[in-house]
């Protein structure tokens, strides 16, 4: 089953490689080759609440211009490493990521929450019900408590998702 995000911690080594990629195959590859590997600092699995966590840090939009810096690059911000429409491939410098996680500590949850009941469930994709935003806001913690953890360290960050 596709859509499942999750984000990679990545020393400075390690963002080099990625960097370095020349076309989408070699992204993929090194990807891959840091999960097998374990060559990644760190890591946190969003399954699929990486869409409804965008929108709701986004005023509801998916895209990777809607809202604003920092919170619009939590998932879907950065540079883009992968070119095709398989993948989601973004790379958050350290820099980025340290702005990251100072914004999601200051994240309002009952605004986010608003924001959840606010979506258009055809437009989501996805039942819009307590179920949901308990996912979200499950997702939403690990993410930031992540994000902590790589800018404590000055990690890059990395989200991948398939599609």
């Known amino acids: 089953m ?11 080594r390690c963002a080099e490689r990625l960097l370095a990629c020349d076309d989408d195959d070699a992204v993929m590859d090194v990807v891959e080759e840091f999960d097998i590997n374990g060559d ?8 699929k609440a990486w869409d409804g966590i965008h929108r709701c840090l986004t005023e509801g939009g998916l895209g990777r211009e ?3 810096f920092p ?3 939590v998932i879907l911000g950065g540079r ?6 398989r993948y989601i491939v973004c790379l ?3 820099d980025a990521v340290r702005e990251i996680a100072a914004a999601l500590d200051d994240v309002d949850l009952s605004r986010f929450a608003a924001l959840y009941w606010s979506l258009d469930a055809g437009e989501y994709g996805a039942y819009i019900d307590q179920h949901g935003l308990t996912y979200l806001l499950d997702h939403l913690k690990e993410t ?3 994000y902590q953890r790589a800018a404590a360290a000055g990690h890059a960050t990395v989200f991948v998702v398939d599609h």
């Open 144 to 146: 930031s408590a992540f």
């Open 66 to 68: 809607d809202g604003a």
């Open 40 to 47: 990644m600092s760190d890591e946190c699995e969003v399954d």
């Open 2 to 12: 596709g859509c499942r995000g999750y984000f990679l911690a990545l020393d400075e």
């Open 71 to 73: 919170l619009n690059a």
């Open 80 to 85: 883009r490493l992968y070119r095709g429409d």
């Open 92 to 94: 958050n410098t350290p």
